[in-house]
């Protein structure tokens, strides 16, 4: 079946240092991709997606692209801030199935 | 605000009891799906309904069960609670126009057994 892997956390980075979050997957078909954060206390938030290949996902400074040839999703920021703690999740979808979810990655990011 | 509607937020409980938690959905969203986030397993998904019939079924146990109602909100029920049963319980709500959307997630019903 459909899979993702994540790399796993904890990642510690200073404020205004460079972040990716390694992301690939495995599915049949052509599946949806999904970046969500979970901040914490709270519920999960749609972060970005992308739809098919080549497709980049863009929001709040963080981006990424979906590259079928190498079946990746990395995320990445240029500079993060102390308000990007949280967990993130790579996650996958095709058609109106359930999502499916890497295990998560926690930042934390230090002043 | 994802408008994805649970509650409680918090339930606290005894082992072997019942619990039933809620979700309403976004306005228009005909799919609801939970999902239980423990700290060992991570997220995993449950069920789905959609538009009122079951449509998927994932790592569900016996104990526990879930309905859609006809005004679309959904309940999720866990009996016969055990520690283990201990986790986030989050519901998705997704729309029925276009594959592939995103799933907007509820804050969550955080459950503790004693």
């Known amino acids: 079946g459909d899979s993702v892997t994540q790399m796993e956390g904890p990642v510690t980075l200073s404020e205004e240092a460079f972040l990716t979050i390694n992301c690939t997957y495995t599915?049949?078909?052509?599946?949806?991709l999904f970046w969500y954060v979970q901040y914490p206390g709270e519920g999960l938030q749609l972060l970005l997606k992308?739809?098919?290949?080549?497709d980049k996902g863009s929001n709040k400074g963080f981006e990424a692209t979906y590259r079928k040839e190498t079946t990746s999703f990395h995320l990445e920021k240029g500079s993060v801030q102390v308000s990007d703690s949280a967990v993130y999740f790579c996650?996958?979808?095709?058609?109106?199935?359930?999502?499916?979810f890497g295990k998560g990655t926690r930042l934390s990011v230090i002043a | 605000d994802s408008g994805v509607t649970q509650t409680p937020k918090h339930l606290i409980t005894a082992t072997g009891q019942r619990v039933t938690l809620r979700c309403s959905p976004r306005?228009?969203?005909?799919?609801v799906y939970w999902y239980q986030q423990s700290l060992d397993q991570g997220l995993q998904f449950l069920i789905q309904?959609?538009?009122?019939?079951?449509?998927a079924k994932g790592n569900i146990l016996e104990r526990f069960s879930a309905q859609q109602f006809p005004d679309l909100h959904s309940e999720l029920n866990l009996s016969s609670l055990e520690l283990g049963d201990s986790a986030l319980y989050f519901c998705?709500?997704?729309?029925?126009?276009?594959?592939?959307?995103?799933?907007?997630f509820g804050d969550g019903t955080r459950l503790s057994i004693l």
């Open positions: 306005s228009g969203d005909l799919s």
């Open positions: 599915a049949t078909g052509y599946p949806s």
């Open positions: 309904y959609y538009n009122g019939e079951e449509r």
């Open positions: 998705a709500s997704s729309g029925s126009s276009g594959v592939n959307q995103p799933q907007h």
């Open positions: 996650a996958l979808r095709e058609g109106n199935t359930p999502l499916v």
């Open positions: 992308a739809t098919k290949a080549d």
